[in-house]
């Protein structure tokens, strides 16, 4: 079984400051990684995903997550946020072996951003 | 290129009633999942359709139950409904193997 642990549940940063949105992760099989942010009364929207290759990866709306394997970890960054990031991010893993189609989610990074 | 759809967005039910819950996934996707999302807590996987069968199952009571039709949409019921059962409920659609896109959710509150 997996499980996820978003390590702060609310982050409060001032609009053009750098962001980082903590993930631990548990699991006994290889996994995929993923990034979802959900703005207010909004389902969910991929932000990026780790599937193989570089531990550096790349999403939308200028995020990007590194995976760390001996640490378990795969922390959200974005150099420069705006106000418009205002939003509830999740974290999520998915079993590679079980054809990655079930998710399993942290509880969620309230992310605010203040002017 | 329509997205995942669910309805109804919103209602409302009392404690004992039954609900049925739709999705039309993605065009193309041929798997459908379903969550749970409490106030203030991240989804949890209820149960996913691949080829109109149910493929896997979360920890969920058989209160839970589902259907795919051919066209690939999904309906999610719930019987005997608790007022812990309010929530939003998400579907999700994706080919085997790769990105998962999830619709707007139904919001369910029971009274």
């Known amino acids: 079984a997996q499980s996820v642990t978003q390590l702060d549940s609310q982050v409060p940063v001032f609009e053009e400051a750098p962001v980082e949105l903590r993930c631990n992760y548990s699991s006994s099989v290889s996994v995929y990684l993923f990034w979802y942010v959900q703005y207010p009364n909004q389902g969910l929207q991929l932000l990026l995903k780790?599937?193989?290759?570089?531990?550096l990866v790349k999403g939308i709306n200028g995020f990007e997550a590194e995976f760390n394997k001996s640490q378990t970890s795969f922390h959200l960054r974005k150099p420069s946020v705006h106000i418009s990031d205002t939003a509830e991010y999740f974290c999520a893993v998915s079993d590679i072996a079980r054809g990655a189609q079930k998710l399993v989610f942290g509880q969620g990074t309230r992310l605010t951003i203040n002017p | 290129d329509a997205g995942v759809t669910q309805s109804p967005t919103h209602l409302i039910k009392t404690r004992g009633q039954q609900v049925t819950l739709r999705c039309s996934p993605k065009?193309?996707?041929?798997?459908v999942s379903w969550y749970q999302q409490a106030l203030g807590q991240g989804p949890q996987f209820i149960f996913q359709y691949y080829e109109e069968e149910e493929r896997q199952r979360g920890n969920f009571p058989d209160r839970f139950s589902g259907h795919q039709f051919p066209n690939y949409s999904s309906e999610l019921n719930v019987n005997a409904l608790l007022l812990g059962d309010s929530a939003l409920y998400l579907c999700?659609?994706?080919?085997?193997?790769?990105?998962?896109?999830f619709g707007e959710g139904s919001w369910l509150t029971v009274v």
């Open positions: 065009s193309g996707h041929d798997t």
């Open positions: 780790y599937l193989s290759g570089s531990t």
């Open positions: 999700a659609s994706s080919l085997p193997r790769n990105t998962i896109y």
